[in-house]
């Protein structure tokens, strides 16, 4: 099993380049690897602001670029529940029965949404800002990306600038906060091909200490 997503050896490469366009080259790498991915599995707490009103929840995404399923672990009453997103639908699922909630639009429609979306805007979101910060002692990329379809919307993540796992995110919809994403997991059973034959996979403890350090 692969952990992480290999991407630190085309990071350590950017690392030594000199110039200006260092920041932007990082970027562009970043998402280049998110592009490629094709399938992964993601946990993340995540806290939704609603009109003053603030719920959590604990989401697992069984993640792929067209289609990924998001399952409930946390709360209680809620767990198990799952869902299907694409890139234009939600469907809902329990004990075996399916409900078609129809088509979405903006992260601010559902919080099984948000995982999905923070993956798409990762690969393929248009960069608004980027600049480095510091998570809990963990040097950070932060990267502001907007979505065509999704005007208003803006999906920030801090990724280790080490391993580029995601480290935390917030979701602004027309200047509000709506979602804060905290990740604990992400796991991927393959990885671009020119990164993974000539040298070794992320370890496990590798990425828990990414995580275990985030949320100190």
Same mark, same amino acid.
């Given at each position: 099993?692969?952990?992480a997503?290999? $991407?630190?050896?085309?990071l ?9 366009? !260092?920041?932007? @080259?990082?970027?562009?790498d ?10 992964a ?9 609603y =009109?003053g009103?603030?719920r ?5 995404c =069984?993640? #792929?670029?067209?289609?990924?399923v998001v399952?409930?672990?946390s709360? *209680?009453?809620l ?6 997103? +694409?890139? *234009?639908t939600?469907?809902?699922?329990? @004990? @075996? ?14 919080p ?7 993956m798409e #805007? ?8 980027q600049?480095?910060? !510091? &998570?809990?002692?963990?040097?950070c990329?932060?990267?502001?990306? =907007?979505?065509? +379809?999704q ?8 990724f +280790?600038?080490? /391993? $580029?796992?995601?480290?935390?995110s917030e979701? &602004?919809? @027309?200047? %509000?906060? &709506?979602f804060? &994403? #905290?990740?604990t997991? $992400?796991?991927?059973?393959?990885a671009?091909? +020119? ?6 996979? $992320? /370890? ?8 275990? %350090?985030?949320?100190?």
């Amino acid at each position: 099993m692969r952990k992480a997503l290999l $991407f630190a050896p085309m990071l350590m490469l950017l690392l030594t380049a000199c110039g200006g366009g !260092e920041e932007k @080259d990082l970027t562009a790498d970043l998402q280049g690897q998110y592009a490629a991915l094709e399938a992964a599995t993601l946990e993340a707490g995540i806290t939704c602001h609603y =009109d003053g009103e603030i719920r959590e929840y604990t989401l697992r995404c =069984d993640y #792929a670029p067209e289609k990924s399923v998001v399952t409930v672990l946390s709360p *209680e009453n809620l767990a198990g529940i799952s869902a299907t997103v +694409d890139k *234009e639908t939600l469907t809902l699922s329990y @004990d @075996d029965i399916s409900l078609d909630a129809g088509s979405y639009s903006a992260a601010a429609v559902s919080p099984v949404a948000a995982l999905p979306r923070l993956m798409e #805007a990762a690969a393929s979101g248009y960069p608004a800002e980027q600049s480095e910060e !510091e &998570v809990n002692g963990r040097t950070c990329l932060r990267l502001a990306c =907007d979505l065509q +379809d999704q005007e208003g919307t803006v999906y920030t993540t801090w990724f +280790d600038k080490e /391993t $580029f796992l995601p480290l935390r995110s917030e979701i &602004v919809v @027309d200047g %509000n906060m &709506v979602f804060e &994403v #905290a990740w604990t997991r $992400f796991e991927t059973a393959a990885a671009p091909m +020119d990164t993974v034959d000539s040298l070794p996979p $992320f /370890t496990e403890a590798e990425e828990a200490s990414a995580y275990a %350090n985030a949320e100190e």
